[in-house]
C-alpha cells in the first residue's frame, strides 16, 4: 500500500467563509487581489457566452 505523504496538499488560495482571523493584512489584501481576478475572468466569460447567444439569437430572429 502506497501513500501520498510526500506529495505536498494543496489548500485552496481561497475559500468562501474561511476564517480570516488567521490571516495577517498582506495576506488578506493578496486575496482581494486573487478574488478580483477572479471576477474579472467570470465577468468576462459571461460577456462572451451573451455575445454568442446574441449572435445566434440573430441568425435565428425573424426578420
Known sequence: MFLDD????????????MDLSVLSVNELKARIV????EIERLEADIR????????????F???
Open 6 to 17: 510526500d506529495k505536498p496538499k494543496r489548500t485552496p488560495e481561497h475559500e468562501i467563509g
Open 34 to 37: 486573487l478574488l478580483k481576478a
Open 48 to 59: 462572451s457566452k451573451a455575445s454568442t447567444r446574441d449572435a445566434a439569437e440573430g441568425l
Open 61 to 63: 430572429s425573424k426578420s
